[in-house]
């Protein structure tokens, strides 16, 4: 397996890998309706965009995308002191276990690190129980601040976890 910056031709497998998870993890959590509408061309699109300006890198092996992670080393006036945040971090659901969330956050880390940041910060959906026991196992703090998430209308309460680096 070979971490590495996202290339243009990743981007339809980064997409299928966002949509099955989304549908599959986040069952129970986010409404069904939206779930069943993910539409893969606006979010091949979308991605598209952010191949451009975003910081994103891949899990793959053999030519085959098992995760990806899109982060940020840039972000200011965060209360909790955060100089950089994961955006989004995935495994396919198929490959859950395999270390490779583990090895991307390392991966991200390092980079962090490289460039003079102190505090990471990764915030992901309350009800997700199975993303924080994750994130808590790789070292994360949770914090007190309350953010949520909105799409088409419905928020969700979303965690953040501290990570010094």
């Known amino acids: 397996m070979l971490i590495r910056k996202v290339k243009y031709k990743d981007i339809e497998q980064i997409v299928d890998i966002d949509i099955k998870d989304w549908k599959i993890m986040y069952r129970g959590i986010i409404d069904d309706n939206i779930l069943k509408n993910l539409d893969r061309n606006k979010k091949i699109e979308k991605y598209k965009k952010r ?3 975003e910081k994103i890198i891949v899990a793959e092996n053999n030519g085959t995308v098992l995760g990806f992670c899109w982060y940020d080393d840039n972000i200011e006036n ?5 100089d950089s945040e994961i955006v989004a971090i995935y495994v396919d659901c198929d490959n859950l276990g395999n270390g490779i969330g583990k090895k991307m956050m390392e991966y991200v ?3 962090l690190k490289n460039k003079g940041k102190r505090k990471m910060i990764l915030w992901c959906l ?27 209308g419905q928020k969700y309460k979303e965690v953040g ?5």
């Open 109 to 111: 880390m390092k980079e």
């Open 161 to 165: 976890y501290i990570y010094n680096i």
């Open 51 to 53: 191949y451009e300006t």
């Open 126 to 152: 309350e009800e997700n129980e199975n993303a924080r026991k994750f994130y808590e196992k790789m070292g994360g703090k949770l914090v007190n601040d309350e953010k949520y998430f909105e799409i088409e």
């Open 78 to 82: 965060e209360k909790n002191g955060a």
